[in-house]
């Protein structure tokens, strides 16, 4: 006869080892069951790449409603309302008390109270009285229709070309046709315009509603690149029917994050590239076809502002020579469940390094940032070597008309102001501190420095004389 | 108590039916032999397959040349622990992005490499030593796929 106890004690082991086998056994099956769920979940996802909830066309421009079919792309898009600073560029969120002309409660930091010196570069020019730190896309609108600039001056309907989306208000005006619209456009006051405008740029500015293919739309771009494309020998560019995807892919960009001009009494926008798009270029093009922005308060020199030329900066460094697009890196590919997709929340590529740089860059962190904010500090260095320069040459001119030096002798250091100004606001007025093409940045800068110095060595008396 | 043991007979038929379902709904079989494709089941590879096929090395080596090591039991080992890193890695989410390789997966890779082009090498890594060779793929990053 087996023991009782001892029988009870094997019982209560094969019990116990049951019970273990048991939950094993649920454990691995719980695990079994989220892999299963999961790869379903992957499956539906890359099944449809999209749901067709809304029928786009060529006449919708609200986001809102092209979100519908493209959630997780509209997500990204509304996101470029974050304020984040980097080290040389991004914008800080600024509190200030709304008014009655300005009703908005946070901006972005003074760029004028940053550096002085830009007053004096600026002198007699609407950007003395207001300039900030640019924010993001969603407030390209709001940042344009009030700034102190529309109060000390008065501003035509062409700005819109680039602070709104103005496809389908365009159309609208020109009777269907795109470019009539963009000519009257041009010539109605700012703010009767701006009545005609709804949203920041949308979805319909870069993409056809149908295919989603990018498109360009600003007539600014197709006729720039027109222009340019004929100076480099091929004329009768169609960029929309000619342009490879990859292309396409920093063209859209380019159809505002470039250097133009207002032409002529018609305001017509104009990209000054007939020449080329190297700044020296655009330099001789606005010799040849003369053109100033506006007439120096201090020295009384016609002179130029740049405009945000990051599509002419980027076009001269490695990574347009390597065949990398804007949105590469300012729009980088993310993987959502099964899906990628490009982020469509526009940012500077040191606020996403990981997806922005190290796809090719396979280096740390801190090493990318480390490398990029090295190339940044040296152009920023230059750069205030460079406004020093210009202050002083702009100094010696104020300091010359003072003492009666008559116009036809200043006729040379003024045009050496010009372009030595530029020259500096080329790099200046380009959103990345030099980083798209560092070499030409340096060299811009260099030349800019050497500019200014032969406008005061031309102001100093001849040797015979001293 | 006498449930007990029916109990757990029932959970581990359940496991091997869902388990069972799975593998067949998820082509675990495809990931016993040496297509490509089988690779790419997971959306995660898709874009590394796409450039292999791009590659140098597309029509000289599939990715078990590379990415398992020879000998029949060496090479399912490391599928198996992959199949299972990779599963639980996708199934919670924890993992980085851009991927990166792991120290074993590396180490395979690299002495892939040396299958084919030892010759090559011997003569540039005898004079330096075992211990401070030079990795292929630090230089020839993208002969097998650029992503």
Redesign the interface.
């Known amino acids: 006869m087996a023991d009782p106890t001892e029988s009870r004690t094997r019982s209560s082991l094969g019990a116990r080892a049951v019970l273990l086998a048991a939950a094993a056994a649920a454990l691995v099956t719980l695990g079994v069951v989220a892999l299963l769920v999961n790869i379903f979940e992957r499956k539906q996802e890359a099944r449809n790449p999209f749901y067709r909830v809304v029928e786009l066309t060529d006449d919708i421009e609200d986001p809102a409603v092209w979100g519908k079919n493209f959630p997780l792309q509209y997500d990204a898009y509304r996101r470029t309302v974050d304020q984040q600073r980097t080290r040389y560029g991004g914008s800080e969120a600024v509190p200030r008390t709304p008014t009655q002309a300005d009703p908005r409660s946070v901006v972005a930091q003074s760029r004028l109270e940053e550096d002085p010196r830009l007053k004096t570069m600026w002198a007699g020019y609407a950007f003395a009285a207001d300039f900030r730190e640019e924010r993001g896309h969603a407030y390209m609108l709001d940042d344009q229709t009030f700034t102190e600039r529309q109060q000390v001056t008065k501003q035509p309907g062409t700005c819109m070309h680039c602070h709104a989306s103005v496809y389908v208000p365009y159309r609208t005006l020109g009777g269907g046709d795109l470019i009539k619209g963009f000519e009257r456009m041009n010539q109605m006051p700012y703010f009767e315009a701006r009545k005609l405008v709804n949203h920041p740029v949308a979805c319909i500015d870069c993409h056809d509603p149908v295919t989603m293919q990018l498109r360009v739309t600003r007539p600014g771009f197709l006729e720039g690149i027109r222009a340019l494309k004929a100076a480099q020998g091929t004329p009768g560019y169609d960029v929309n029917a000619s342009a490879t995807r990859q292309e396409m892919r920093a063209y859209v960009c380019g159809q505002c994050h470039v250097e133009y001009y207002f032409k002529g009494p018609e305001k017509r926008l104009t990209y000054p590239w007939a020449k080329g798009i190297r700044v020296d270029e655009i330099l001789q093009y606005y010799e040849e076809n003369p053109h100033d922005d506006w007439t120096h308060a201090e020295t009384g020199a016609p002179v130029l502002k740049a405009q945000h030329p990051e599509f002419e900066m980027w076009s001269q460094g490695i990574h347009a020579r390597s065949g990398v697009a804007c949105a590469d890196c300012h729009m980088p590919y993310t993987r959502v469940g099964a899906l990628k997709i490009s982020d469509h929340h526009v940012r500077s590529p040191l606020l996403n390094i990981n997806n922005a740089c190290q796809t090719c860059h396979k280096w740390p962190e801190a090493e990318l940032k480390a490398r990029v904010e090295a190339n940044q500090e040296r152009v920023f260095g230059l750069r205030n070597r460079a406004m020093d320069a210009l202050v002083a040459l702009i100094g010696d001119i104020k300091d010359a008309r003072a003492r009666g030096v008559p116009d036809a002798e200043l006729a040379g250091p003024r045009k050496l102001q010009r372009r030595a100004q530029f020259m500096l606001d080329f790099v200046e007025a380009e959103n990345s501190t030099g980083f798209h093409a560092p070499q030409e940045a340096g060299r811009i800068l260099a030349e800019s420095i050497d500019y200014a110095r032969q406008g005061q060595l031309a102001l100093r008396p001849p040797p015979r004389q001293r | 108590?006498r449930f007990?043991?029916i109990?757990?007979a029932a959970?581990?038929g359940?496991?091997i039916a869902?388990?069972g379902?799975?593998f067949i709904?998820?082509k675990g079989y495809s990931y016993v032999t040496n297509d490509p494709a089988a690779c790419a089941n997971?959306?995660?590879m898709?874009?590394h397959y796409r450039a292999w096929v791009k590659s140098s090395h597309r029509a000289v080596a599939v990715c078990n040349d590379c990415h398992t090591p020879p000998g029949l039991v060496p090479k399912y080992t490391v599928k198996a622990i992959n199949g299972f890193n990779h599963?639980?890695a996708?199934?919670t989410g924890r993992f980085p992005?851009?991927l990166r390789i792991t120290r074993m997966n590396f180490d395979v890779t690299e002495k892939a490499c040396r299958k084919c082009h030892q010759e090559m090498v011997e003569a540039i890594e005898s004079p330096v030593g075992e211990k401070n060779r030079l990795s292929c793929i630090r230089c020839h990053?993208t002969v097998g796929h650029l992503?």
Do not use: K, R
Request: net charge negative.
């Open positions: 108590m007990l043991p109990a757990a959970s581990l359940v496991l869902v388990g379902y799975t709904y998820a997971c959306h995660v898709e874009n599963s639980f996708f199934t992005e851009p990053s992503e």
